[in-house]
């Protein structure tokens, strides 16, 4: 069964810099997609970013990217230039290509501070 | 505007009783999801629907039930045989079922009294 971890229950990062996330799975897989959602205090689950297994360049969305290892296993999320807004809730997500169902790891709580 | 519409934003319940915690999406996705969050912990996919009047059990879907009418709309039943069911569900929908982005709606916090 795939499994998916986040290994910091918690992290603070001053405003304007940067902060990275870890996250590793374990799969015997190939196709797979990879997600990060964030979820503000208002618990709504935000599309962060999503990779897909296949692909090796990391993906990108503005001040957010990946660094997707996938030999390792590992797939950490970088944010740049930290703001305010960025205070949330960090969950990895990972789907088994050809199905429909996501793992979610138990998340990070992230605080940016001024 | 097109989205996920979940209500009532919190929900309470005596126990013994049935509740119905109602999802919509104008997305026209064909693929919706209901998820468990609880303290400290990821989602817990619940059931899943790929297309309408289909549907299928998740990993924790004892004590729950659902229905898919219409592709619009998902509801789920929490009903009295849920031992534990004060936690925060969400709703999702997805383009198709296979490999697409899951996007979700705002919740609701059901608590048992």
């Known amino acids: 069964a795939q499994t998916v971890t986040q290994s910091q229950p918690e992290m603070s990062v001053q405003e304007a810099e940067t902060v990275t996330l870890s996250c590793t799975y374990d799969t015997s897989e190939n196709n797979y997609y990879l997600f990060w959602y964030k979820q503000p205090p208002s618990r709504q689950m935000i599309l962060v970013i999503r990779?897909?297994?296949?692909?090796?360049q990391n993906a990108t969305e503005n001040r957010f990217s990946v660094n997707f290892q996938k030999a390792a296993k590992s797939f950490s999320l970088k944010i740049s230039d930290s703001q305010l807004g960025d205070t949330a809730m960090y969950f990895c997500a990972f789907m088994r290509g050809g199905y429909n169902k996501l793992i979610f790891g138990a998340g990070t709580r992230l605080a940016v501070h001024p | 505007d097109g989205g996920i519409t979940q209500s009532p934003k919190y929900l309470f319940r005596k126990e013994g009783q049935n509740v119905t915690l109602s999802c919509e999406q104008n997305l026209n996705h064909d693929a919706m999801y209901w998820y468990r969050q609880d303290p400290g912990q990821g989602l817990r996919l619940i059931y899943y629907?790929?297309?309408?009047?289909?549907?299928q059990k998740g990993d924790i879907a004892e004590g729950y039930s659902v229905s898919r009418e219409k592709k619009e709309s998902f509801p789920l039943t929490v009903t009295s045989a849920q031992k534990n069911p004060t936690a925060f569900y969400l709703c999702?929908?997805?383009?198709?079922?296979?490999?697409?982005?899951?996007?979700f709606g705002p919740g609701t916090r059901l608590t048992v009294l």
């Open positions: 990779q897909e297994a296949y692909k090796q």
């Open positions: 629907s790929q297309i309408v009047n289909d549907f």
């Open positions: 999702a929908s997805s383009p198709t079922s296979v490999g697409d982005t899951q996007y």
